[in-house]
């Protein structure tokens, strides 16, 4: 894997096709398609239909089996988030935990990054990287996560990464300010949904009618449709005692560790300690327990390519490695 062509190595998206191919493909479709079916139908076997296409890249990925790849910024400038809307990443976080809690350069940041050439270049509203962020409350702090998460999901945000989560309550609660409350003909009731309706900046960010997005705006996994992703950090001891039933909460998107600094403090021992990774490992086996893709921090090539043979799906590292 090269961090400056993640695509070209089986992360990105298939080739483009080019009109003429695209206009053959269309001929052949006309030609061979109703032979096909009637085969089909007259065996009573109906044809298999193709999966909607999740608009949030990294999502898509991870529907599908692979890895995604992903950086941090505390950069909301207008040059730097046109640079993020192009990266060769599948996402990228906004990271307020330690800085300011910027709202209005998140709303800015999320409409920079709308890039009507991929939009073109795509055919669809999928953009080539999704935007998280992760802010100053830790998963214990749901009065705060509360009101920030439905701010930021209004924005148009494709995912939260939430710090410091300790237990299943935390992170059940943490589900439903992320979830609308589910019409009655919904099959994804269970926890129920806390986020108010107003997703007027949401709708402009991602391209799409309010309908659509009320469809696409709920969790992934729990809900196969769902755009959002949820992201629990493991930075306690408590949290890393839980992690089993924290992994098991139905809408936990991921789980991530970042570097293992936070962690390392509550354990009570150096980064480097072999506890720390001790720990590591103790996550990542409660992720594949439970089909949690598990995210860590890795800087560079050889670091990553060892974490993604251990088994880990999101990995975090800098740009230009």
């Known amino acids: 894997m090269q961090f400056g062509s993640a695509r070209a190595h089986g992360y990105g998206e298939s080739a483009d096709v080019g009109p003429l191919s695209a206009g053959c493909h269309l001929t052949t479709s006309i030609l061979v398609f109703p032979a096909w079916i009637a085969v089909l139908l007259l065996a009573g076997i109906a044809p298999a239909q193709q999966p909607a296409l999740h608009l949030n890249p990294a999502v898509e990925k991870l529907a599908h089996g692979q890895p995604i790849l992903g950086t941090q910024t505390d950069d909301m400038s207008l040059q730097n988030c046109h640079a993020l809307a192009r990266l060769d990443f599948d996402y990228s976080y906004v990271d307020m935990e330690h800085g300011p809690l910027n709202l209005d350069g998140l709303a800015f940041c999320i409409a920079a990054m709308v890039d009507k050439a991929s939009i073109l270049k795509k055919n669809n509203a999928q953009p080539n990287v999704a935007l998280f962020a992760r802010f100053p409350p830790y998963g214990r702090d749901l ?66 009618s309010a309908a659509e997005y009320e469809r696409h705006a709920d969790v992934w996994p729990l809900n196969p449709e769902g755009d959002l992703l949820a992201i629990p ?31 390392s403090q509550y354990l009570g021992v150096p980064q480097t300690s072999p506890i720390v990774e001790q720990a590591r490992q103790t996550i990542l086996a409660a992720c594949k327990a439970h089909n949690v893709p598990c995210g860590i921090t890795a800087l560079t090539k050889g670091e990553a390519d060892r974490r993604l043979r251990e088994g880990w799906r999101m990995i975090r590292t800098e740009r230009g490695q």
């Open 143 to 208: 009065e705060s996560n509360d009101w920030i998460v439905k701010q930021a999901l209004d924005m148009g945000l494709m995912g939260i990464v939430f710090n410091g989560v300790d237990n299943k309550e935390q992170m059940t609660r943490l589900i439903q300010y992320m979830r609308y409350p589910q019409q009655k003909t919904s099959k994804y009731q269970q926890p129920p949904g806390l986020r108010g309706y107003s997703p007027g900046n949401a709708t402009f960010a991602w391209g799409i």
């Open 233 to 263: 950090m493991i930075e306690t001891a408590e949290g890393l005692k839980n992690v089993d039933e924290i992994a098991a909460v139905p809408g936990v998107g991921a789980i991530f560790i970042g570097a293992g600094a936070d962690l």
